[in-house]
């Protein structure tokens, strides 16, 4: 049998914590704004504007990086459970569905074991999200559009310069992103941050909604 799993509340909440990197970014700018404005004596204000805003440029950056981050892992925890979502709603859709996993995903769901997300990951060789796609493409339920596809890309490229390359952009780096192209036309970090969120919760509900209205009409449901 499959778990019981709910996208939408799992979702929300990896989405909710790249906001509060977000938020917290604003907050200390408040905070640092009303610490300054207690300084009394021009030239120490002055001196201690300078260290602070040093300070608040590479905690905005810092910030602003990993809610990139974890906005890319949200979309792979996503891509996961709504696998799952699928396999626990409409079981019967993919056991009448002519694909080469439908033994395996019968074998899933028939099991006196509960399956979870690593095991149906596992059962189905859901390694990355590339995986996830194909799956969703062998059953005709892939509603993600050409250009979610590219600014996913574009998020990942983006991600694994901050990870494991400490945000230095190399030639290579730079003609991958040109490849998918800035869907921000912006480059501060804060800003691309606040946007791909904004972007990222609009596809994945859109995406959502879909697949599941979809599986709701061909299963009757």
């Not at 005709?140 to 310069?161: A, G, H, P």
């Not at 003609?175 to 609009?202: C, D, H, Q, S, V």
């Amino acid at each position: 049998m499959i778990a019981e799993i709910d996208v939408t509340l799992i979702t929300t909440r990896m989405l909710g914590r790249t906001q509060a990197l977000i938020d917290a970014v604003a907050a200390i700018r408040a905070y640092d704004f009303k610490y300054l404005g207690s300084e009394k004596q021009p030239e120490l204000r002055k001196a201690t504007q300078a260290v602070q805003q040093d300070r608040m440029n590479r905690i905005t950056a810092s910030c602003s990086e990993h809610a990139v981050i974890s906005i890319t892992t949200a979309i792979e925890v996503f891509l996961r459970a709504l696998v799952q979502e699928l396999l626990l709603r409409y079981p019967i859709v993919f056991a009448r569905c002519p694909a080469p996993l439908t033994g395996v995903i019968s074998a899933l769901v028939e099991s006196a074991d509960t399956g979870d997300t690593d095991d149906i990951e596992k059962a189905l060789k859901l390694g990355n999200r590339w995986d996830c796609y194909a799956f969703l493409d062998a059953y005709r339920v892939d509603f993600f559009q050409k250009e979610d596809k590219d600014f996913i890309e574009y998020l990942y490229v983006t991600r694994n310069m901050y990870v494991h390359r400490g945000g230095i952009m190399d030639a290579r780096c730079k003609e991958r992103l040109k490849e998918y192209g800035n869907p921000f036309r912006e480059e501060e970090p804060l800003t691309i941050a606040k946007r791909a969120l904004t972007r990222t919760i609009k596809m994945l509900t859109r995406v959502h909604t879909a697949i599941m209205s979809h599986m709701d009409t061909i299963s009757g449901g």
